[in-house]
C-alpha cells in the first residue's frame, strides 16, 4: 500500500520537511498534501510528486506527466528546479537527496508508523524471509496480532497480499505500516534489504528489534564490494535513526558467522547470540535432519525444550534460533515461541518438497553461491541416492556468482542440469556459458544443458530413481519467469507436479 491507496485529508507540504536540511521552498508551501508518488503514473489531484534518480531512469523526466495528472507539489534535487514553475495554488521543494526526503516525507505523512509498533527487522543475505515469517508466527502464537513485509508476502492480521519488493519503497513502506496499524497490529517482523538501507527506504524506522542471519557474497552488481554490502547491513545495528526511543534494542546475532561476531561487538542495544557453536547464548544441540521436518534440542538462558519443527535443514534450524532469540528478547514466552515453531509449516518455496509417492523432489529460492552450497549440503543428508540439480542464474544481475555456482553445483550434486532463471535482457546461452565457465573440465561430464526450465525440471526428475532427490534451486517461491520481450507464468513446484503426475499415470516411476 502507498499514500494513494486511502482517503487523507492532507497534511501542509512544508510540514513534511521537518526533518529534511536544506529544504527549499517555491510557491505556496502550505498547499494540502493528499499523497505522495515517486511514480507519475500514479499521482492524483493533490499529491505531492518526488523526482527520484534511479537506476535505470530518472524521476525528473516524468514531472511534467505528475503535473498533468493534477499533483500540487513537487520535490526535485538541487539544481533540477531550473525551467520549472510551481504548480498553480502549489509549490515545488528543493532537496538535496531527492530519496532521503521522500522517506521523511512518508513518515510524516503518516504520522510515523514505526513508533506506534513493535517492529523487528531482519536482515542478512540468507534466511531473511523464512526468520521473518516464524517471528510472525510466534507472535501470533503469544496472542499479538502481527504483520510480516518480506519477499513472500506481506501480512496484515489475517490478511495476505503479493510483495512486489523485499522491503518497499518508503512512501509504500509506511503506507503498509499504517495500514497494519489500521488493522489492529502491534508486532511486525520485517525483512531489512541491503537495497533498503542503502536507498532511504527505511530511515527513521525504529526497531524494537533486530536480527544478523549472515553474510555472503549477493547483490555485488549493486554493492560496489563486499565492505560496502557490510556497511550498509551495518546501519540497521549501529545507526542512532533506527533505534527505538522509549525501550532498549534488542539484538539477536549469529556469531556462528565471522561478520556476526564483528556486528554482535558494535551493535547498539542488548545483544543475544544465536547459533551451534557453545559460545551461543541461544544454541541448538541434538539436530536430527529428517526429509519432513527437523528435531533438535533448544537451549536458552530462559530454558531448554526439545523442537521438533516441520521446517527441513539445518539452515532453519539457525532461522528457528535466530526468531526465537530475538522473540524472547521482546518479552515473548518461552512456552508460546516454542509452540510456535513446532506448528510452523512449511514455507513455500522454501526446501519445499513436492508431494510424490514415487519421487523426492524440493523446490528452493536458492540464489545466491552461499544459498546453493547450504541447499545441496542439507540434500546429501537426505538421501541415500544421488542428487540431482536443476538451477540457472537470473539476468542482469551479479555476473560474479555464475561460475562459483557452477563449481559449488558440479562438486556437491552427483548431476548438475543447468538451465535458465530469469534471463530477462540476457540470452540464456550466454549466461550458462559463464556457470560452466566455473566447472572444471573433469566434471563437466556430469553437466546437461537444458536453456528451456520446464524441459530441464523434466529432464531431471525422469532420470531421478526412487532413493534419489531432485532439487530444483533458484525461483523457489516465484510464479513468473522474465524475458527481455514478456512475462510469463511459471512456477517450479507447478512444473515439477505435472511431471510427476503424468509419470505416475503412465507407470514409470
Known amino acids: 500500500m502507498s499514500s494513494h491507496d486511502a482517503p487523507h485529508e492532507g497534511k501542509p507540504f512544508e510540514s513534511l520537511f521537518a526533518e529534511v536540511s536544506g529544504v527549499r521552498f517555491c510557491g505556496n508551501r502550505r498547499v494540502p498534501i493528499a499523497g505522495i508518488a515517486y511514480d507519475s503514473r500514479r499521482v492524483a489531484p493533490g499529491y505531492a510528486f518526488v523526482a527520484v534518480r534511479g537506476q535505470r531512469t530518472d524521476g525528473h523526466k516524468f514531472v511534467d506527466e505528475a503535473l498533468e495528472k493534477g499533483a500540487a507539489a513537487l520535490v526535485v534535487g538541487t539544481g533540477r528546479e531550473r525551467d520549472l514553475s510551481p504548480p498553480p495554488d502549489g509549490a515545488i521543494a ?24 513493535t517492529l523487528a527487522g531482519v536482515t542478512g543475505t540468507n534466511g531473511k524471509s523464512t526468520t521473518a515469517l516464524i517471528m510472525g508466527s510466534i507472535f501470533r502464537a503469544a496472542g499479538h496480532t502481527s504483520g510480516v513485509i518480506g519477499t513472500l508476502e506481506y501480512q496484515i492480521g489475517e490478511r495476505r497480499q503479493k510483495a512486489p519488493h523485499t522491503t518497499p519503497e518508503a512512501v509504500d513502506l509506511q503506507g503498509l505500516l499504517a495500514e497494519m496499524i489500521e488493522h489492529g497490529v502491534t508486532h511486525v517482523a520485517m525483512e531489512v534489504s541491503s537495497h533498503a538501507l542503502s536507498l532511504h527506504r527505511v530511515d527513521g524506522c525504529r526497531f524494537a528489534a533486530a536480527v544478523f542471519t549472515n553474510l555472503t557474497p549477493e547483490h555485488l552488481d549493486f554493492h560496489e564490494s563486499m565492505a560496502d554490502y557490510l556497511a550498509a547491513k551495518r546501519q540497521l545495528f549501529e545507526d542512532e535513526q533506527h533505534l527505538p526511543e522509549a525501550a532498549e534494542r534488542i539484538n539477536a546475532v549469529n556469531v556462528d558467522d565471522e561478520v556476526g561476531k564483528l556486528i554482535a561487538d558494535t551493535a547498539q542495544g542488548r545483544t543475544i547470540t544465536y547459533g551451534l557453536s557453545p559460545e551461543a547464548q541461544c544454541r541448538a544441540e541434538q539436530v536430527e535432519l529428517r526429509s519432513d521436518g527437523t528435531s533438535f534440542l533448544a537451549i536458552h538462558p530462559a ?11 539445518e539452515f532453519n534450524v539457525y532461522n528457528a534460533l535466530g526468531a526465537l532469540a530475538a522473540c524472547i528478547g521482546l518479552g515473548i514466552p518461552w512456552d508460546a515461541a516454542c509452540c510456535a515453531l513446532q506448528q510452523m509449516p512449511p514455507v513455500r518455496g522454501r526446501f519445499e518438497r513436492v ?3 514415487t519421487r523426492h523432489v524440493l523446490v528452493d529460492y536458492a540464489h545466491s553461491p552461499d544459498g546453493l552450497r547450504r541447499a545441496l549440503e542439507t540434500a546429501r543428508k537426505l538421501t541415500s541416492g544421488r542428487v540431482i540439480v536443476v538451477f540457472g542464474c537470473g539476468g542482469d544481475r551479479d555476473r560474479t556468482k555464475r561460475p562459483v555456482m557452477g563449481e559449488l553445483a558440479s562438486r556437491l550434486a552427483d548431476v548438475c542440469v543447468i538451465t535458465s532463471d530469469n534471463p530477462r535482457t540476457e540470452r540464456p546461452e550466454g549466461i550458462i556459458g559463464e556457470i560452466l565457465a566455473g566447472i572444471p ?45 514478456r512475462t510469463i507464468h511459471f512456477d517450479d513446484r507447478e512444473v515439477a507436479e505435472e511431471v510427476l503426475r503424468q509419470l505416475e499415470a503412465a507407470g514409470n516411476a
Open 441 to 485: 573440465k573433469e566434471t563437466r561430464d556430469a553437466c546437461q544443458i537444458e536453456p528451456d526450465r520446464a524441459k530441464a525440471i523434466r529432464l531431471a526428475i525422469e532420470q531421478a530413481a526412487p532413493q534419489d532427490l531432485v532439487l530444483i534451486a533458484g525461483k523457489g517461491h516465484e510464479d513468473y519467469q522474465i524475458f527481455a520481450d
Open 94 to 117: 528543493v532537496v538535496s537527496d531527492s530519496r532521503a526526503a521522500m522517506a521523511a516525507m512518508a513518515r510524516a505523512f503518516h504520522s510515523d508508523p514505526s513508533r506506534r509498533l
Open 355 to 357: 508431494p510424490s509417492a
Open 303 to 313: 530454558g531448554r525444550v526439545p523442537i521438533r519443527m516441520h521446517l527441513v535443514g
